[in-house]
T-cell receptor, first 112, second 115 residues
Framework: GAGVSQSPSNKVTEKGKDVELRCDPISGHTALYWYRQSLGQGLEFLIYFQGNSAPDKSGLPSDRFSAERTGGSVSTLTIQRTQQEDSAVYLC??????????FGPGTRLTVL | AQKITQTQPGMFVQEKEAVTLDCTYDTSDPSYGLFWYKQPSSGEMIFLIYQGSYDQQNATEGRYSLNFQKARKSANLVISASQLGDSAMYFCAMRGNNAGNMLTFGGGTRLMVKP
């Protein structure tokens, strides 16, 4: 079946602009996760959605970052007023409840 | 808090030989899961193998096996009969069952397979 998809695959933006990154999880997966992979920080957890429960936002680095998940499926990660340190690959993963997480191809964000 | 340590930033292995990638972990959760992912140069994270903390036997998936030593808090990945396509970054990760379902990752090991 189809895996996790993310769009865009690459995004170049100017400092101070807002960006939206999209994730389509595997059909039937109730849990969705966002991670960030950067050279300096490795792989970091950002936010986690499980069904209709309130999301776990404990990994979001600042209030410029937010995410929503509509209809228990598609998720959008929004970064407001982007900074150069936001440049990274943003990875989305999904799973059935607490099972193995399967990752999408990522969105490479470059902030100039 | 959970921590994953991968002490080998880079490793070489000859094609067709076996290689062990090290992973040690620290957690206060009595129940947890350990994962290995492969990340080729294309960037996608590919799930390889899973070991639960209460599993009695070491996990195996084809050429991948996990050498789980609970008392030593280690979960080393063994790749048998290395192939050129195994060249990639390998990440060890942990999920603490009482600490939310997010994964904590190690810094990764870059494996290079020589022909």
């Amino acid at each position: 079946g189809a895996g996790v998809s993310q769009s865009p695959s690459n995004k170049v933006t100017e400092k101070g602009k807002d960006v939206e990154l999209r994730c389509d999880p595997i059909s039937g997966h109730t849990a969705l996760y966002w991670y960030r992979q950067s050279l300096g920080q490795g792989l970091e957890f950002l936010i986690y959605f499980q069904g209709n429960s309130a999301p776990d936002k404990s990994g979001l680095p600042s209030d410029r970052f937010s995410a929503e998940r509509t209809g228990g499926s598609v998720s959008t990660l929004t970064i407001q007023r982007t900074q150069q340190e936001d440049s990274a690959v943003y990875l989305c993963a999904s799973s059935r409840a607490a099972d193995t997480q399967y990752f999408g191809p990522g969105t490479r964000l470059t902030v100039l | 808090a959970q921590k994953i340590t991968q002490t080998q930033p880079g490793m070489f292995v000859q094609e067709k030989e076996a290689v062990t990638l090290d992973c040690t972990y620290d957690t206060s959760d009595p129940s947890y899961g350990l994962f290995w992912y492969k990340q080729p140069s294309s960037g996608e994270m590919i799930f390889l193998i899973y070991q639960g903390s209460y599993d009695q036997q070491n996990a195996t998936e084809g050429r991948y096996s996990l050498n789980f030593q609970k008392a030593r808090k280690s979960a080393n990945l063994v790749i048998s009969a290395s192939q050129l396509g195994d060249s990639a970054m390998y990440f060890c990760a942990m999920r603490g069952n009482n600490a939310g379902n997010m994964l904590t990752f190690g810094g990764g090991t870059r494996l290079m397979v020589k022909p």
